[in-house]
């Protein structure tokens, strides 16, 4: 998937979905999902990373002290406005609702997810001969180890997810499959982000650190122009996360080590048609076993209750 998106607005992405039907592999028994939640979700994702990546090169290229300048395109038609003060974090500040229940929507690397692969079997995945060494200690007998479970492979599992408020700065994530909790923590309006190098005990889910990243304002993101001071167009979710335990990427032990960082982008979209999605981008930087970042994307839609809900423990090392 292109990192590039250039020039797209809401607009242009729902005008341009196809009523195609695409025929697809759904955890919950559904045969027919719209490819409008795919295209939409692709586009969604490629402006998102272009978006992260452009004002990463702002803020590096700027002096210690000083304000990054404003993102190319902020002038345009827009008129923007000067600073207003810190926005709202947390629950008070969330552009868009993540609450609910959701399924995953297996769609692509059904061979990896649907099912344990086989020993030794890491394709796609950047090891290095360390990460490779390790891989191969994996057994049949480790199959369904809460391993498999932590905060690196979690969103990639089938299965079902519980999201919720716990209180005004920790958005909540449980998962039936493996019976996980993550706890995302968002900074007090004002107050300075937790440090990503959290001390205490390390854990599967690990310590995560989350912050809303809008569009709107001085710079949207889909019309590349000043947007003034009016609401955001969008609105993603940043989650890192760091201080984890040692656990693997797939079923069949491809590790990540306990030094690893793992950076997820959360985008919520809505089609007529398709329903309620969200996409998350995990982004593993981990140089003791992997050669480079291991990026993957995964779907979730929507459900209208937790009937399907079926909690299924995982198995201790």
Known sequence: MSARVSRVTMAHVVSGLSRTVLRTNVVSGLSRTPLAAVLVGALLFGATVELFATQRASEASTPAGQTP???????????????????????AGAPVDLTGTWVSVVTEDWQWRMRTPNKGDGMSVPLNGEGTRVMNTWDASMDGRCEAYGVGGIMRMPGR?????????????ETD??????????????AA??????TGSRTLQGTSTAEWQRGGGAFDAFLERGAGAGPPRWGALKVVTTNMLPA??????VPYSQNATITEYYTRFTHPEAGDWFVVTTIVDDPQYLAQQFVTSSNFKKEANDSKWNPTPCKAG
């Open 69 to 91: 300048p404003a993102v190319p395109g902020g002038g345009g038609r827009g008129r923007g406005r000067g600073p207003v003060g810190p926005a709202p974090t947390g629950r």
């Open 161 to 173: 997810l519980k999201i919720s408020w716990q209180d005004d700065y920790t958005l909540k994530i």
């Open 177 to 190: 499959a493996g019976q996980q909790t993550r706890l995302l923590r968002f900074a007090a309006s004002g």
């Open 193 to 198: 982000a937790t440090p990503v190098s959290a």
């Open 248 to 253: 693997w990427l797939r079923r069949n032990g």
